[in-house]
């Protein structure tokens, strides 16, 4: 079926380092994407949000990036600090579901080392 | 409360036995939304309410799992004669947009022996 996936399962920086956690989407109806973070114990915590007509969108230190053209998506974090280390998940949503079907990617974690 | 309720936030049972998850929405939110958790893995989409509307069931991984939404508010996500492959994190959400933001509840942890 459609899935959302991610180029790599972990990822490890130093702190103060810029991080770039990177997704692919298979749906070309997809017209909206979000990227979560989720804590060990909790739910997913809405990071960033992005539709299709933008290319980019910047938040306080993150950043996404939506090429269509090969379906990618990425989340940029500037200065990454250790309270940034989670599992970063992106999920997508398509016109076709009316909205509601919002279907997640496998993640990544991500690790900041001080 | 301020946001998303689930209870109990731990359930461990026996096999064949059957579970009833809760989920309290944020008030106002009308979509409902009930994900499953796997150790280590991403969010398996189950089902979504809009109001009490269940239009999309097609994610119940089967006939033994059903949900269901009263009042516009609280939902419940039913476990029939459980299975060791059911042990997972069940998590809900809601929003008041859609597509939009959705509000996570911190889950409620099933293990089934």
């Known amino acids: 079926g459609e899935s959302v996936g991610l180029h790599l399962p972990t990822l490890s920086v130093q702190e103060g380092d810029n991080s770039i956690i990177n997704c692919a989407y298979s749906?070309?109806?997809?017209?909206?994407f979000i990227w979560y973070k989720q804590e060990s114990g909790k739910g997913p915590q809405f990071i960033i949000d992005?539709?299709?007509?933008?290319d980019k969108r910047q938040g306080q230190r993150v950043t996404v990036l939506l090429n269509k053209t090969v379906k990618h998506l990425s989340l940029q974090i500037a200065a990454t600090q250790p309270g940034d280390s989670a599992v970063y998940f992106c999920a997508e949503n398509n016109r076709n579901t009316g909205g509601f079907k919002t279907i997640f990617g496998a993640g990544t974690r991500l690790f900041v080392k001080a | 409360g301020a946001g998303v309720s689930q209870s109990p936030s731990n359930k461990v049972t026996e096999k064949g036995k059957d579970v009833e998850l809760r989920c309290d929405p944020i008030?106002?939110?009308?979509?409902l939304y009930w994900y499953r958790q796997r150790l280590g893995q991403g969010l398996e989409f189950l089902i979504y309410?809009?109001?009490?509307?269940?239009?999309?069931k097609s994610g119940l991984p089967s006939d033994r799992f059903s949900a269901e939404r009263t009042g516009g508010s609280v939902s419940t996500l039913t476990i029939q004669r459980t299975q060791q492959e059911d042990s997972a994190v069940y998590l809900c959400?809601?929003?008041?947009?859609?597509?939009?933001?959705?509000?996570f509840g911190e889950g409620s942890r099933l293990t089934v022996l």
């Open positions: 309410f809009q109001g009490n509307s269940a239009p999309d």
């Open positions: 959400a809601s929003s008041h947009l859609v597509p939009g933001e959705l509000f």
């Open positions: 992005i539709r299709s007509n933008m």
């Open positions: 749906n070309s109806a997809s017209d909206y």
């Open positions: 008030s106002g939110h009308t979509a």
